[in-house]
């Protein structure tokens, strides 16, 4: 049977996953399997990645994960900095599957188009990918503290760079729009100068623009409906994703896949584990919900059952659902049962 680990990690983490878990059932027939990830993992073995939920996660068809970090183990680094982070269980595993693209689909969904902060004239028609690179720049470039002074350094090898704009290039469908700070960095200028090789190399007939990052994000909200897939460095795409889940209503609505290893895929939602709200029953599971469609399409290869997911989330949106982030009632469990009443 298929195998799925699920890693609620923490704050809402654990109700979006068993959100999850109960959509899976309704899908099909699956085995999963719960492992601690983040702070949870913290708290229980003292790191927030252990060598069981790694080599658990490796033998998996796919990994399903819900959200790392948290208040409580903030407040332990800043006491002591050699504490555990939440953060490098998630680094951890892409890092350790080799998960080098991350894919954030960004298309609001029509009942959703009045939800945004933006007006619907900008945002209708929006239907972007933004293809972040995951495991390399300054995210895992030697970092450290001397003195009152803190460094963090970018490095990109040409090779990083290639495979990511490869799978910028076989994802875009009219246009792909890399983005950089070739103005500034010197990684940018060879990010750039391979973005372009590759195009020339093997992607002659896909359009190609380059856009500053700072222009990027300005373009990102003034009009978002010209984009089509936006190839970027780890930070940027980090950034970037998070200020284009705004164009869906709610960060609560982006869901990511991770792949490019040659084990399973990581499916996860762009939000965090929003301590604020984490035991209240209000998540919203919907980023999660897409997050599992991800998984069943780009991990699992079940494109019937992830378009048939994301159907039933328009559907139960059209119907009228919204959870609290989207201004309306329902809990987690609600917006649960309404998409299953949709499946
Ligand atoms: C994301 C998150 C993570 C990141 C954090 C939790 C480490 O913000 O997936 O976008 O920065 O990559
Ligand atoms: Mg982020």
Redesign the pocket.
Known sequence: MTKIVILPGDGIGPEIAAAAARLLAAVGEFELEEHPIGGASIDAHGTALTEETLAACRAADAVLLAA??GPRWDAAVAADPSAPRP?QG??GLRKGLGLFANLRPVRPSPALLDASPLKRDRIEGTDLLVVRELTGGI?FGESGRSGDSAHDDCLYTVGEIERIARVGFKSARRKLTSVDKANVLETSRLWRETVNRVHREEFPDVELEHLLVDNAAMQLVSRPADFDTIVTENLFG?IL??EAAMLTGSLGMLP?ASIGGDGPGLF?P?H?SAPDIAGTGKANPLAMFGSVALMLRHGLGLEDSAAGVESAIDRALEGGLRTADLGGEAGTAAATDAVLANI
């Open positions: 790392v970090g953060e998630l680094l995210y980090d994703s998070d990511s996860e762009v965090g």
